[in-house]
């Protein structure tokens, strides 16, 4: 048996039935509609969900727009306007696809429904910001919160409050039409505020908390950005709704009944996994030693799971993403053990600024790393796991999964050897 095959088997088993196709069609399929019916797609699953309501939907679908990021767009999809755009950072094309989004929603009467499909990354993809606020206040204010380390959360409690379509304005704006909206969550929690940062549904966080975040992050912005954040996000939408779809906890489960079927008892360890990057890493790791000492309660061979979004302190100028640097570190305390293979990937197929979905590593990765002429300390000290696990050959790269519900590790242990 090949480890290492046998974790990327189960990896992507568990993420292609996370496909959002089935969860889109099962609620349009119930619903009813009277009047006009406007599609706006957004995330990296923007397409196959678009798919999905134009196979149910068909013609009742009058006209709408896919966003989606570069790359992740299958082909045509009927009469429907396809835009590319930038994630993790806005770019022009995410300005020009919030234009045209907030126009679709423009002049609807009581009897339309804007149907919105929401996946993770449509924070970036689709953007309109308040008047005075700019591009670069955009992408300044994501990129300095990334760099910090911020979560999810406290990047969009900032990034709502300088926007037209976010935090519920969006569906503010196209009252007095119908808004609904059918989420596939990438957050922890599955706060429906938070995905994408809710363009159709209302915004739980508050201008203090905000304000809270920016002081703590010591964050810089130009005095428009910083007046546009006591401008409050609607709190209530009559003719809102939303549905959850799909998220972590669905794909840690199809994890877990993958490894039961192929002879690894399953654990799933938490779907809630928020801390540093390198640290789950290591804390993975030493779960490995330990079982394989016979120290554990999980006996081999299991599998170890957990679902959830690490971040990552920049320090270095290197290239690499939250998965591929877990993954890189974790290989740190794997050296030499046989018989573990610890997997680290993005659902959706991408892994930071990469085109790797995330990384593979065992007890012989910082072995290769070596003969390769690399040195493993240096390439984690400058966040360049990319390139470490390039030379090591333990890169994850799966291309778009038209999906977006996390990331998963897997930490599969053989029998003893």
Request: one cysteine or more.
């Amino acid at each position: 048996m090949n480890l290492r095959n046998l974790a990327l088997d189960v990896a992507l088993e568990a993420v292609g039935r996370m496909n959002p196709r089935e969860g889109v069609m099962r609620i349009l399929e119930k619903e009813r509609f009277s009047g006009e019916v406007v599609l706006l797609s957004l995330g990296k699953a923007g397409w196959s969900m678009a798919e999905a309501a134009l196979e149910v939907l068909g013609s009742r679908i009058s006209r709408g727009l896919v966003v989606t990021k570069y790359g992740h767009s299958r082909g045509p999809l009927g009469d429907l306007e396809i835009i590319e755009a930038g994630h993790p950072l806005p770019d022009q094309n995410s300005l020009r696809a919030g234009e045209k989004g907030f126009a679709l929603a423009e002049n609807l009467s009581s009897e339309d429904t804007l149907l919105l499909l929401v996946s993770g990354g449509g924070s970036a993809l689709f953007e309109l910001p308040l008047e005075g606020v700019t591009l670069g206040d955009m992408e300044s204010l994501t990129g300095q919160l990334l760099r910090a380390g911020a979560d999810i959360r406290e990047i969009n409690s900032l990034r709502k409050r300088l926007s037209r379509v976010k935090g519920g304005r969006l569906a503010e704006w196209a009252f007095p039409a119908r808004v609904l909206s059918l989420l596939l969550s990438d957050v922890l929690g599955d706060y429906p505020d938070d995905i994408a940062s809710g363009p159709g549904v209302p915004d739980a966080g508050t201008c203090e908390a905000a304000r809270e975040v920016l002081s703590r992050y010591k964050i810089r912005l130009s005095p428009e950005a910083r007046q546009a954040l006591d401008k409050e996000t609607p709190k209530e939408l009559p003719r809102g709704e939303w549905r959850l779809i799909g998220g972590v906890g669905l794909l840690c489960e199809a994890a877990a009944r993958e490894c039961r079927s192929r002879g690894f008892a399953p654990w799933i360890i938490t779907t809630s996994l928020a801390c540093e990057a390198r640290e789950a890493g290591a804390f993975f790791a030493s779960l490995a030693r330990t079982i394989r000492r016979g120290e554990s309660s999980f006996s081999p061979p299991c599998a170890l799971i957990a679902g959830g979004e690490t971040v990552v302190h920049l320090h270095g100028k290197g290239k690499g993403g939250r998965n591929q640097e877990l993954a890189l570190a974790g290989a740190f305390g794997l050296e030499n053990l046989p018989g573990v293979v610890l997997l680290s990937l993005g659902s959706d197929g991408t892994d930071g600024p990469t085109e790797a979905a995330g990384g593979r590593v065992d007890g012989k990765t910082l072995e290769r790393l070596r003969r390769e002429g690399g040195n493993p300390r240096k390439f984690l000290e400058d966040n360049d796991a990319y390139h470490a696990l390039k030379l090591s050959g333990d890169l994850v790269i799966t291309g778009p999964t038209g999906t977006n519900v996390n990331d998963l590790i897997l930490l599969l242990v053989a029998e003893s050897l």
